[in-house]
T-cell receptor, first 112, second 110 residues
Framework: NAGVTQTPKFQVLKTGQSMTLQCAQD?????MYWYRQDPGMGLRLIYY???????DKGEVPNGYNVSRLNKREFSLRLESAAPSQTSVYFC???????????FGEGSRLTVL | QKEVEQNSGPLSVPEGAIASLNCTYS??????FFWYRQYSGKSPELIMS????GDKEDGRFTAQLNKASQYVSLLIRDSQPSDSATYLC??????????FGAGTRLTVKP
């Protein structure tokens, strides 16, 4: 069982470059989430998609865009990367009836 | 702004002791509450969920919820060195957002 798959696992960008983090889940979950984790900051919600076709801002959406491509896939795009976006990014999906989040392995992004 | 607050620690307990972790939340409409454990460099993993007031026990773990006080706690009995990790409190809002506290780092000393 693959669960939640994120790509890439590591990425180094220069300031101003763009990139997309990909996330896919094979558990038929309705809701998907993107978080960033910085040292001492816990997980901060960037965007989430409660169901296919909907997206909502979380706590820290500035500088990011998302696309819920279909029920399986939820991508996160950085249009013009900044050093402040250096972080570990986690994608997660939820089994709505029980509310448990299933996480991907994380993507470590460094912006120089 | 919906907030989830945890005492950041670090918290250090001797092996075999009880570790107590606390969390408060601001959104009174929240219905689901979770504790995740995260080892360094790894993804968070669920250890407890609780949905109604009172206590919920699972092995060495007990979650406590008091919605009137907007307070969730986690007790770890007979703490083991393998319990050393960061513990994250998560709260699910009524619009399906899931927000986390900053986490409490626990160290269990042999």
């Amino acid at each position: 069982n693959a669960g939640v798959t994120q790509t890439p696992k590591f990425q180094v960008l220069k300031t101003g470059q763009s990139m997309t983090l990909q996330c896919a889940q094979d558990m038929n979950h309705n809701s998907m989430y993107w978080y960033r984790q910085d040292p001492g900051m816990g997980l901060r919600l960037i965007y989430y998609s409660a169901s296919e076709g909907t997206t909502d801002k979380g706590e820290v959406p500035n500088g990011y865009n998302v696309s819920r491509l279909n029920k399986r896939e939820f991508s996160l795009r950085l249009e013009s990367a900044a050093p402040s976006q250096t972080s570990v990014y986690f994608c997660a999906s939820i089994r709505t009836t029980l509310g448990e989040l299933f996480f991907g392995e994380g993507s470590r992004l460094t912006v120089l | 702004q919906k907030e989830v607050e945890q005492n950041s620690g670090p918290l250090s307990v001797p092996e075999g002791a009880i570790a107590s972790l606390n969390c408060t939340y601001s959104d009174r409409g929240s219905q689901s509450f979770f504790w995740y454990r995260q080892y360094s460099g790894k993804s968070p993993e669920l250890i407890m969920s609780i949905y109604s007031n009172g206590d919920k026990e699972d092995g060495r773990f007990t979650a406590q919820l008091n919605k009137a006080s907007q307070y969730v706690s986690l007790l770890i009995r007979d703490s083991q060195p393998s319990d050393s990790a960061t513990y994250l409190c998560a709260v699910r809002g009524d619009n399906n957002d899931m927000r986390f506290g900053a986490g409490t780092r626990l160290t269990v000393k042999p």
